[in-house]
T-cell receptor
Framework: AQTVTQSQPEMSVQEAETVTLSCTYD???????LFWYKQPPSRQMILVIR??????QNATENRFSVNFQKAAKSFSLKISDSQLGDAAMYFC??????????FGQGTRLTINP | DGGITQSPKYLFRKEGQNVTLSCEQN?????MYWYRQDPGQGLRLIYY???????QKGDIAEGYSVSREKKESFPLTVTSAQKNPTAFYLC?????????????FGPGTRLLVL
């Protein structure tokens, strides 16, 4: 079964600085999708960014970018110019085909003003 | 506005009682999902539906039931057989049940046992 591991239960960063959240996954497949979701205190899950495994180019969405290392099965999220509104739980997720979306345990990100 | 609504925001259940959580979407999505989130953990799939009048069990379906009579609605019933129902429940939908499709989430319902 596929597993997703987020090894950092908590992270903190100074406002305006850059932070990287780690995610590794276990799969024997070559075609799949990876996602980062944000869960702020309101608890609604919001998609931050997604990556198709067949694409070598790393996905970018404004201040959010990923470092996708397919051979290493690593999918880290970089947040640049951190803002107070970025404080949330961040979940990494994996999905292949019509299988279920598999979530990691989450990383709680704190932004220090 | 297009989106997913869940009600109620908070729900209290007495011992032996069945309760139903509502999930409605106006995104015209075919696929809908129910997840459970426990403190400090990720989401676990309870049930999903790819199309009206069809649904499949997820990883933790025991003690739960669903129906999909309309495309826009996917209610979840927590039955008395679910012995530990206290959790945060999230409903999601996507255009189709396929790997690359983004799942959009509702605001969630917190269920507490009295």
């Amino acid at each position: 079964a596929q597993t997703v591991t987020q090894s950092q239960p908590e992270m903190s960063v100074q406002e305006a600085e850059t932070v990287t959240l780690s995610c590794t996954y276990d799969t024997s497949e070559s075609d799949y999708y990876l996602f980062w979701y944000k869960q702020p205190p309101s608890r609604q899950m919001i998609l931050v960014i997604r990556q198709e495994a067949y694409k070598q180019q790393n996905a970018t969405e404004n201040r959010f970018s990923v470092n996708f290392q397919k051979a290493a099965k690593s999918f880290s999220l970089k947040i640049s110019d951190s803002q107070l509104g970025d404080a949330a739980m961040y979940f990494c997720a994996y999905r292949r085909g019509a299988q279920k979306l598999v979530f990691g345990q989450g990383t709680r990100l704190t932004i220090n003003p | 506005d297009g989106g997913i609504t869940q009600s109620p925001k908070y729900l209290f259940r007495k011992e032996g009682q069945n309760v139903t959580l509502s999930c409605e979407q106006n995104l015209n999505h075919d696929a809908m999902y129910w997840y459970r989130q426990d403190p400090g953990q990720g989401l676990r799939l309870i049930y999903y539906s790819q199309i009206v009048n069809d649904f499949q069990k997820g990883d933790i379906a025991e003690g739960y039931s669903v129906s999909r009579e309309k495309k826009e609605s996917f209610p979840l019933t927590v039955t008395s057989a679910q012995k530990n129902p206290t959790a945060f429940y999230l409903c999601a939908s996507s255009v189709a049940h396929a790997g690359g499709e983004t799942q959009y989430f509702g605001p969630g319902t917190r269920l507490l046992v009295l």
